[in-house]
């Protein structure tokens, strides 16, 4: 899934780059918007109708080149692998145009039963939908797959 987004002024520093804690909010709120467009899964009503939700264990992030104050940037967002009890989502940041890498960032969620404040099980229906819309990579090292759409990225910029 892609979506486009602007970088607003509020989440830049002074020299007009985004902060780096506000790439985190754009892509995680992107993905919030993906899977609600396009998938269906309302995860505030997950939560509160079946007391479970998904929360960050961590974020692996690589910068690539600065987001800059009114620009455009698109972000794709994909589930790369899955288990019973995660997730591991790809987030990427691109310039408009989609020719020019801005980050690329993998963050792994545990899947938790809200109230008891314990790892649980997907169950047999959520494993259906998360297998449905899984999108394996090759690559399963965040090091390599950095350095696999870096190079894409720098191929797609020098064509232009």
Same mark, same amino acid.
């Given at each position: 899934m892609i979506s486009r987004h602007r970088i607003r002024f509020k989440d830049c520093d002074p020299l007009g780059h985004l902060y780096n804690s506000r790439y985190l909010d754009y892509l995680l709120e992107a993905r919030e918007d993906h899977i609600?467009?396009?998938y269906e899964m309302d995860?505030?009503?997950?939560?509160t109708d079946e007391g479970r939700a998904w929360v960050v264990v961590n974020h692996e992030i690589s910068? +690539?080149?600065e987001a800059k104050r009114n620009e455009y940037v698109k972000i794709r967002s994909a589930m790369i692998s899955l288990n019973e009890k995660s997730i591991l989502n790809e987030y990427q940041?691109?310039?408009?145009n989609m020719t020019q890498l801005k980050c690329l960032m993998w963050t792994r969620f545990l899947h938790i039963d809200i109230r008891d404040k314990k790892v649980v099980n997907h169950d047999k229906e959520m494993m259906i939908r998360l297998e449905a819309i899984l999108e394996t990579l090759s690559e399963?090292? +965040?090091?390599?797959?950095?350095?696999?759409?870096?190079?894409?990225?720098?191929?797609?910029?020098t064509m232009k």
């Open positions: 609600l467009e396009h995860l505030e009503k997950y939560a910068y +690539f080149k940041m691109w310039n408009d399963k090292n +965040f090091k390599n797959r950095c350095l696999q759409i870096s190079k894409q990225a720098f191929n797609l910029e």
